[in-house]
């Protein structure tokens, strides 16, 4: 099965508030886009990947990320997260109505193809499906099969949301890197550790160079 990603992004300039202690305002939508785009290559690499589709206002940010290869729509609800995800799989789903699509967290610098793979192909045995956070508490993929609407619960607590919604939670081993989303510097760090794309490991190196 083939899967179309929806990853949603954030205007830069309000992405990663949490990362204050790390990171300045100058350098802060550098790094978020950074993430982006490291995240949209790795995933664009996954053999179980057809395409991505980018929700975001932000206009460097569509620019970039449609110059790796992703197709790119505007946030048109304009109400949060949950609405432009599911903006994105209706945009998905109008083009390609027997699409398998998946939500995918902008934020996973680190991420790998083949672990990827892994979870999606996981996901694929299920109507809806999910992968927890490093943290344990959040959710950085959320699966709908052919048919099946997205029904995303994302933000705080979401895990727990989306376990109650009837998506199935899934454990696949050695997928580390689908898991570590990057809130705060320790988050950062945790992916660095595990080893992050070219363009988040340029942007973090900026920070040791600035003395933070």
Do not use: I, Y
């Amino acid at each position: 099965m083939l899967w179309t990603l929806v990853v949603p992004v954030k205007p830069l300039a309000r992405a990663k508030s949490r990362l204050s202690d790390t990171a300045d305002d100058g350098l802060r939508p550098h790094l978020a886009l950074a993430f982006a785009l490291d995240t949209v290559a790795a995933a664009l690499a996954c053999p179980a990947v057809g395409g991505a589709v980018v929700v975001t206002d932000d206009g460097p940010a569509g620019r970039a990320l449609a110059a790796l290869g992703a197709g790119v729509v505007p946030d048109e609800p304009r109400d949060g997260l949950n609405a432009a995800l599911t903006h994105g799989a209706d945009v998905v789903r109008a083009r390609q109505p027997a699409a398998a699509v998946a939500a995918l967290n902008a934020d996973l610098p680190a991420l790998r193809p083949a672990e990827l793979s892994r979870v999606l192909d996981a996901a694929s045995a299920f109507p809806r499906a999910f992968l927890s956070d490093a943290a344990g508490s959040g959710t950085t993929l959320l699966s709908a099969a052919p048919g099946q609407e997205l029904l995303p619960h994302f933000g705080v607590g979401s895990r727990a949301r989306h376990r109650a919604s009837g998506a199935v939670e899934l454990r696949p081993g050695d997928v580390d890197s689908v898991r570590q989303d990057v809130d705060t510097g320790a988050d950062l760090r945790a992916a660095l550790a595990l080893g992050t794309g070219p363009r988040t490991a340029a942007a973090a190196a900026r920070l040791s160079m600035s003395g933070q």
